[in-house]
């Protein structure tokens, strides 16, 4: 269909052998479960479908992620991109699909500047035609599935087509954003997508059609990839971009040349398992770098009431997210130190910055083969979905996937919104003194990512659990803070989960402060923690565990995510 590109990050070799390189050539056992975990029942719905027609897990992933477009368009789409992690249950290796968006041909380090070349105001950048990547969700699956799909692509959208046409109902956390004071409601593709006759905004429980994005889905199945990269969507994209206020470079050519790449992941031990995330442009090195901290600390000894764990989960942060902040973006155009910040001799050292209390924020460190690089300015709001798939056979996907800001850039084609993810590029290519900021924008570059669809192993490499979440900058702390609350403290997933989020990043603590006990926020306030409640999207954490030969299925209790499972014994 189109060439396949494969990358292989430059990380150690034991850690490559440890987490990519193919296990015994046997067929697994039997997978006991079918499973998804997504943010809508409508998704995970189609997802089962899917699964019990005998369905690959990449297959349920497609109907997922098309239902999704529909019905939580407030965070992921066909107009967007993602990071997928896939297990092969029977060589028992771990594969990353790398679907995020590019920046076209004409884009320029300066795009984001305004005449006197200040930053311009993100709401303002958010909406404009140069927000917006090349979308690279759909070639995505279409390569995951060229590999792994067992059905007919052309069987994949269909209960997303007849929703789409039916029409659903708009459920209370759709209707909570419509009722925001959010810059791409102003855009008029979304209101005229989302208005009643008197030109108010549907509320929940109001009845929403798309039949432009079911005609779409007819025209996917039956083309494939191409109905969305070529022909007449190509050309609505390209208009559409193109179009003032702050007009984009995007042209047909920069859609046709998009391929998505298979990456190798990058995994790390954490007790007793083996985590495999995406590697840059994603940020899972920056996870792997938290969970590294931590391990160096005693927070398995405590527990969600203690609030020195609080403490240390909140400083591990800020050192993580320094040097996340400073090192992380495109390795096709930067240097990324990823062996260098994983460094045992490098975690210690910035283990140690853990004091008795919260002080200034930490600086970024200088790992092994660090270049020079600006001090970094990204903004990154959240958008974003991730769900869990697994199939009869044990294989799993994991996967998030984002238009990057609420409704994207508020601009529609064909029935889906238009991602702005070119906003997730730091906006200031340059600091004062000129050194380059690793995530500064260039033709055909990657955004940074903080999607970080993780994969954990058991020590003989077979599947032990998935977590991701959505969050913006926030998903690596989500993550983290349930992989704390599974793998150090025991809690089944779905606690896990439902723990109080803390973020912790610069001079900024924010926690869900209703969540934690008075007396924990009053002890943090003492050693220099003074949380405050987050403001924008909640975390949608999502995850399943395998432990003790029991099934564990969580889902984020802040959005409507469901667990569906069914016995294939």
Known sequence: ??????????????ALASCATPGPQQSAPPQRHVFVVAANPHAAEAGMN?????????DAAIAIEAMLSLVEPQSSGLGGGAFLTYYDARTRAVAVYDGRETAPAGATPDMFLDDGGDPLPFRQAVVGGRST?????????????????????????????????????????????????????????????????????????????????????????????DALYRGPTAE?????????????????????????????????????????????????????????????????ERGPADPQAWFLFAEASRIMYADRDRWVGDPAFVTVPVGGLLDPAYVAGRARLIGPRAGAPPAAGTPRNAPAAALDSTLEPAGTTHFVVGDAQGNVVSMTATVESIFGSGRMVDGFFLNNELTDFSFQPRDAEGRPAANAVAPGKRPRSSMTPAILLAPDRSFAGAIGSAGGNAILAYVGKSLVGAVDWGLPMQEAIALPNMVARGNTFTAEVARLPPAVVEALRAIGVAVQPPAGEDSGLHGVFFRGGGFEGGADPRREGVVRVESRD
């Not at 899917?50 to 990449?58: K, M, N």
């Not at 759909?138 to 959208?157: C, I, K, P, Q, Y």
């Not at 040349?257 to 920056?286: A, H, Q």
């Open 50 to 58: 899917v699964l019990r027609r005998g369905g690959s897990a990449i």
């Open 1 to 14: 269909m189109f060439p396949i590109l494969r990358f292989f990050s430059p990380i150690a070799a034991a």
């Open 133 to 225: 990547g090349v979308p690279g969700v759909v070639r995505t699956l279409a390569l995951a599935h060229s590999e792994h799909g067992r059905l007919a692509w052309n069987s994949l959208f269909g209960d997303a087509e007849r929703t789409a046409r039916e029409g659903f109902v708009v459920s209370p956390r759709l209707g909570r954003f419509l009722a925001g004071n959010y810059p791409q409601l102003s855009v008029p593709d979304a209101r005229a997508y989302f208005a009643e006759a008197d030109g108010t905004l549907l509320d929940p429980g109001d009845l929403l059609r798309n039949p432009a994005y079911a005609e779409f889905l007819r025209r996917l199945a039956a083309e494939g990839p």
């Open 236 to 300: 609505r994209i390209v208009r559409r971009t193109r179009a003032e206020p702050l007009a984009g470079p995007m042209t047909l050519a920069d859609l046709d040349r998009y391929r998505p790449i298979k990456r190798e992941p990058l995994c790390r031990t954490y007790r007793l398992y083996l985590i495999c995330v995406p590697p840059p442009p994603s940020s899972g090195v920056g996870l792997l770098l938290l969970m590294a901290i931590l391990e160096r600390t005693d927070i398995a």
